[in-house]
């Protein structure tokens, strides 16, 4: 089994930051991408920004320039650092690690963690 564990959220006012960190554990031989989700309540949730295996990003539109993603391979580890921080960042954020192989196993998953709670108050 595979469990992804998130960390670093919490409350922060406007214009501050925030380093999330995600840690994936169990028997796990690869993991093609990691990345974070996020859903506000009301709302569907989207691709905050993912990173492959061999370090290419992908970020949503509204976190451009202010979100940084990076992954630690060894640690099974991925960050997301948060910038200039603003209300509409407010929901709970999921860590999503995707192509997952286990050890002795031929076949991929897809896994999310529970998820933790970003609050961005004016």
């Known amino acids: 089994q595979v469990h992804l564990v998130e960390s670093g959220g919490g409350l922060v006012q406007v214009g501050g930051s925030l380093r999330l960190s995600c840690v994936a554990s169990?028997?796990?031989?690869?993991?093609?991408?990691m990345g974070w989700y996020r859903q506000a309540p009301g709302k569907q949730r989207e691709l905050v920004a993912d990173?492959?295996?061999?370090?290419?990003?992908n970020y949503g539109d509204s976190v451009k320039g202010r979100f940084t993603i990076s992954r630690d391979n060894v640690k099974k580890t991925v960050y997301l650092q948060m910038s200039s921080l603003k209300p509409e960042d407010t929901a709970v954020y999921y860590c999503?690690?995707?192509?997952?192989?286990?050890?002795?196993?031929?076949?991929?998953?897809?896994?999310w963690g529970q998820g933790i709670q970003v609050t961005v108050s004016s």
């Open positions: 999503a690690a995707r192509g997952v192989r286990v050890l002795g196993s031929v076949s991929q998953g897809d896994f």
């Open positions: 169990g028997s796990i031989f690869s993991i093609f991408a």
């Open positions: 990173i492959i295996t061999g370090g290419s990003t």
